[in-house]
């Protein structure tokens, strides 16, 4: 065997024939043989060791003996790492001549099991050499992620790429062990389709690239959010929405993919991407001051000039946004009159109609949130975590309006059986110091003014048409992410000296502040800002408990202060650089995004004007 490895490496092809003739190996010897003609890169002696196996066993390779050398013990002094073939070594030196050779005669890259395969062949696998199992999968996938295999072995090479990179982002979550080598390999495969794209050499490529998936790929439209039509004359750029949905940014954020996408967001107003942001501006500042006139003429005549004009994406978008805006004005409109009207405000004298007027707004975006779940499925809705906040604000508006109902639903009720009974005065005339702490008012104010708080939230969708602002959004988004995770560890070690600190003062009950389980978690919690006074511990009568009491403070406000405020700040400041450090990728991301959302056919019209039934409704229903 070593005689035959050596010849081939060395090159002496005359001494590699007077082997293969005189001599007799078996498959193993054969097989490291192969390996070795694939890692010099010699076609010629490939074609005869697959000559040699042909005599041997016929025209058909049984592929699955180079899977079973993993058992064999009588290779593993092989300098190939385990699970390495002869098709997944000239996969990964993208060697096309001999992986397509190999492929001529029958050979597979057999896609590896699920990590959680309990199989037969899995199980055995484990028990024999864990190790050698996990590199066997390793190496197959380096095999299978390769330039060679992608494009010799699919029929649709980009789907091929973008389906093994969700693939590979899945198991790196699954299997961090090996994290760092299948994040590269998810990068090949980003990269392979950012350059297939590129090699595009006219706008008919383009078309083709973007816009149609192959006839018999195994991608279904409905389940992949591609069923949704967009507006009459814009193409359907099924590859490009399967890109986004696979999250390949490198992809979508290619200069082909953003000239496109630009070109359909100004549709015929060729002047948009040229003129000034000033210009902009008083663009968008008309459409809001016009939004009621505009949203009226669509209604009227959706087919006419001005119609057509409105479903351009820009305008759609600047006339969407426009309706936002004024139910954001009519929420601070809300809140003035509440704190000029005070009296009125404070007690039940206003109808539940008169505070609950920003309904008409939130009808509105119950009825647009069903709407796109009609057209885009609920899978694709779900997929979106701006739908998950809408879903949250709707049922927090819709709450509040509840209970004002059950409240004036409360007062007819009691009052109507006897005007001068206790029940009808409670929930007529009663003075708020009277009311009680379960009041359903209460719980509605409660509930609007964290709904409006997160109203103004939601402002943040619109923010990625800039680009600063943009960029901006999402490293903000990363940030709140990092203090998610922290608050995990926060919460472990505030809780661990809440109840250190709780239980050294509970018996002396000294301070206010010290003591009680809610008193103590508020000292704790402001003490982070300092802003509490680090005397609240002393107890000079009490020595001892004053000394841990003390130490213990101490301590918490090392760890708490300067070692875990500065690692939040450290973990922000982080997650801030690679968004920077990746800019523009993120940020073209994110705006393609949004753009395709303004693509979709139907949804012209803003809210509130949406719940109108419209003619053309009517006349689809005829």
């Known amino acids: 065997r070593e005689a035959l490895n050596l010849a081939i490496r060395l090159g002496h092809e005359a001494i590699t024939d007077m082997l293969l003739a005189n001599v007799k190996f078996d498959f193993r010897q054969v097989h490291e043989a192969l390996l070795v003609a694939v890692d010099t890169n010699q076609p010629a002696v490939v074609r005869r060791l697959l000559a040699r196996l042909d005599r041997e066993k016929g025209r058909k390779v049984d592929t699955r003996s180079f899977s079973l050398a993993f058992f064999d013990s009588s290779i593993d002094g092989s300098r190939f790492a385990p699970g390495v073939t002869p098709l997944t070594l000239a996969c990964q030196k993208d060697l096309y001549e001999i992986a397509r050779l190999l492929m001529d005669q029958g050979h597979t890259i057999a896609w590896p099991h699920p990590i959680s395969c309990a199989c037969l062949e899995c199980s055995n696998a484990r028990r024999y050499d864990l190790l050698k199992f996990s590199l066997s999968r390793i190496n197959t996938y380096r095999g299978i992620a390769s330039r060679a295999h992608l494009s010799l072995a699919s029929e649709d090479a980009m789907l091929a790429a973008f389906q093994l990179s969700r693939e590979l982002r899945r198991l790196a979550r699954k299997e961090p062990e090996f994290k760092p080598e299948y994040i590269a390999l998810e990068s090949l495969c980003q990269d392979y ?17 973007l ?136 007690g039940r004298s206003k109808s539940v109609w008169e505070t609950s007027l920003h309904m008409i707004w939130v009808t509105g975006f119950l009825w647009f949130e069903c709407k796109e779940v009609w057209i885009e499925g609920l899978r694709s809705y779900l997929l979106d975590w701006w739908n998950f906040l809408d879903v949250v604000i709707l049922s927090l508006y819709l709450a509040a309006f509840a209970l004002r109902l059950l409240i004036a639903g409360l007062a007819l009720v009691s009052c109507r059986d006897a005007s001068d009974s206790a029940a009808c005065r409670y929930f007529t005339t009663a003075e708020r110091s009277e009311w009680r702490t379960e009041d359903p008012q209460f719980l509605a104010e409660v509930l609007f003014a964290v709904t409006s708080m997160l109203s103004f939230t939601r402002l943040a969708y619109i923010l990625p048409a800039h680009e600063s602002l943009g960029t901006l959004q999402i490293s903000i988004g990363r940030m709140i992410d990092d203090m998610i995770r922290f608050m995990f560890i926060l919460m472990i070690i505030l809780t661990a000296f809440l109840c250190g600190l709780n239980n050294i003062y509970v018996p002396y009950q000294e301070t206010e502040q010290l003591g009680n389980f809610n008193e103590t978690f508020q000292f704790l919690f402001w003490t982070m800002f300092g802003m509490e006074e680090h005397k609240v511990v002393d107890m000079p009568q009490f020595l001892v408990p004053e000394f841990v009491g003390r130490a213990l403070y101490g301590i918490f406000t090392i760890v708490m202060v300067i070692v ?59």
Request: charged share 15%; proline share 5%.
């Open 193 to 209: 389709g950012f350059e297939l794209l590129g090699m595009c050499r006219n706008q008919s490529e383009v078309t083709a690239v």
């Open 211 to 346: 816009n149609d998936l192959a006839e018999d790929s195994e991608v279904e439209p409905a389940a992949e959010g591609l069923g949704q039509a967009f507006e009459e004359g814009i193409p359907n750029l099924a590859r490009l929405r399967l890109a986004v949905n696979y999250n390949q940014k490198r992809f979508v954020a290619h200069p082909i993919c953003q000239q496109v996408l630009s070109s359909i967001w100004c549709g015929n107003l060729a002047g948009w991407r040229g003129s000034t942001t000033i210009w902009k501006l008083f663009i968008a500042f008309l459409i809001f001051l016009t939004m009621p006139f505009l949203c009226i003429g669509y209604w009227l005549a959706p087919k006419s000039r001005l119609g057509r004009l409105l479903k351009i994406p820009v305008l759609k978008f600047l006339l969407h946004s426009a309706s936002y805006l004024w139910f954001l004005i009519f929420l601070l409109g809300e809140s003035l009159a509440m704190e000029m009207q005070l009296s009125t405000f404070s």
């Open 564 to 622: 875990l405020l500065n690692m939040l700040i450290a973990m922000i400041t982080n997650s801030f650089q690679k968004i920077e450090d990746d800019a523009d990728v993120e940020w073209k991301f994110a705006r393609s995004k949004l753009y395709l959302s303004y693509f979709r056919e139907g949804l012209t019209l803003p809210v509130p004007f949406n719940i109108l039934p419209t003619p053309k409704a009517f006349f689809y229903l005829l």
